[in-house]
C-alpha cells in the first residue's frame, strides 16, 4: 500500500512538472512537444484555452485509441481522462 501511495505521488508531481514545462516553453516561445503542438495551434487561432483545447485533444486521443484497439481496448486504459483532466487544470493555472 505505501509503495502504491508513494508512486500516485510521483505521478502527480510528474503531471505538475509536465504542465509546467508545457506552459514555459509556450510562454518562452521555445517551442512545443509534437504532442501539445496540434492543441497549441488550434489555441492561437481561435484564441481558445490551451488547457481545454489539451484536454479535448488528449480525449480525442484515447478515442482513436480505442477504435484503432478495439476489442483490446481494456476498461481502465480510460483513466487517462482524468489524468489528461489533471493535466489539463494545470496547464490552466500556470498560463
Given amino acids: 500500500m505505501k509503495t502504491k501511495c508513494t508512486r500516485g505521488i ?8 509536465l504542465a509546467l514545462g508545457i506552459v514555459l ?3 518562452t516561445l521555445l517551442g512545443v512537444s509534437p504532442i501539445i503542438s ?3 495551434n488550434i489555441c492561437h487561432i481561435w484564441h481558445l484555452n490551451l488547457g481545454a483545447i489539451t484536454f479535448v485533444f488528449y480525449c480525442f486521443c484515447v478515442l ?3 477504435i484503432l484497439k ?4 481494456k476498461l481502465y486504459e480510460l483513466l487517462q481522462i482524468p ?6 487544470v494545470f496547464i490552466n493555472i500556470f498560463d
Avoid: Q
Fill in 64 to 66: 482513436i485509441e480505442a
Fill in 25 to 27: 516553453n509556450t510562454k
Fill in 10 to 17: 510521483i505521478y502527480f508531481i510528474g503531471l505538475i512538472v
Fill in 70 to 73: 478495439g476489442k483490446e481496448f
Fill in 83 to 88: 489524468m489528461s483532466l489533471v493535466t489539463s
Fill in 38 to 40: 496540434i492543441p497549441y
